[in-house]
């Protein structure tokens, strides 16, 4: 259970902020994202309890909890949002089982860490020492900051190689049709995520600059959700609400911002989404005419 609990931590901790996306995409735990920052440094501080035997009994507790509580979310997410990736070990496979596997495979750990509490490690030498502890609290301070950093720019993005596709090649050309004589941001998004929320200016942005001709949202979320979201962003384009399968099959974490020219998709920007003002300096051909180039 101990190298269990460290790969899961690990996996989430190299793209906390989608993690924190599944979180919100959950209705009722849209309002707990901080939760998300939390539990790969929970999940590897227990993982090493594990490893290292300390208060096994205590350890075995937290575990089967924490397990019935993953389950108890991956289950409600599954029946009233149609989410089927429960995030677990973030973009690894063991987190792209059917949701059927998933409840067994969450059984089985439920079953060895009860195993552990009823049948406890003997208590080691190392549980009367202090540098285990200190080694622990080490590891939880430095993975606390690295969740933070990931929570804002992710280590490692899942990557959907669309850059260089054609829009009508990709699972958009569904949704979106583009002419090759305009420029166009499609922005994927989730009604409840801060995060999106927090991008939407720079989005608007776009539109109002004329840096592109047309934004584009592509959305999931019922339509009250999304009826809030357009109250509070105000948002200066229109959107597409489609499902959640589709639209995992090219923004499994967002917001994601895709710049389309010429109807092929040339770049793909994350969370924080840059503004116009600052893409220009990278992309100077999409200065529009007349605008200053001291911005």
Not at 184 to 211: D, G, M, Q
Request: glycine residues 6%.
């Amino acid at each position: 259970m101990g190298v269990i609990f460290i790969v899961s931590g690990f996996s989430k901790l190299l793209n906390v902020q989608n993690f924190i996306g599944y979180i919100t995409s959950v209705r009722i735990f849209d309002k707990f994202f901080f939760v998300g920052f939390l539990i790969p440094p929970f999940e590897i501080a227990l993982g090493i309890f594990f490893l290292l035997f300390l208060h096994s009994r205590k350890t075995a507790l937290a575990s089967v909890i924490s397990l019935l509580v993953f389950t108890f979310v991956y289950l409600f997410a599954y029946f009233t949002s149609g989410l089927t990736d429960c995030g677990c070990f973030g973009g690894l496979a063991l987190s792209k089982m059917p949701p059927a596997l998933i409840v067994v495979r969450n059984a089985v750990f439920l079953f060895l860490s009860g195993y552990v509490f009823f049948k406890p490690v003997p208590k080691p030498k190392l549980q009367n020492k202090r540098w285990p502890y200190y080694s622990v609290g080490a590891m939880l301070t430095i993975t606390l900051v690295l969740s933070g950093i990931s929570s804002i720019k992710p280590f490692v993005h899942q990557s959907n190689n669309f850059v260089g596709k054609k829009v009508s090649e990709t699972p958009f050309g569904s949704y979106v049709h583009t002419s090759p004589d305009s420029t166009y941001i499609i922005y994927a998004y989730h009604t409840t995520c801060p995060y999106c929320l927090n991008s939407i200016e720079n989005v608007k942005a776009y539109a109002r600059t004329h840096t592109v001709d047309r934004v584009i949202g592509i959305t999931i979320g019922s339509k009250k959700d999304f009826d809030n979201f357009e109250e509070v962003a105000v948002p200066n384009f229109s959107s597409i609400i489609i499902s959640k399968g589709d639209f995992e099959k090219f923004a499994p974490s967002v917001p994601r911002v895709f710049i389309v020219r010429k109807n092929i998709i040339t770049d793909v920007l994350y969370f924080p989404v840059t503004g116009p003002y600052v893409y220009w300096r990278s992309h100077p051909d999409m200065r529009p005419a007349g605008m200053p180039k001291s911005y």
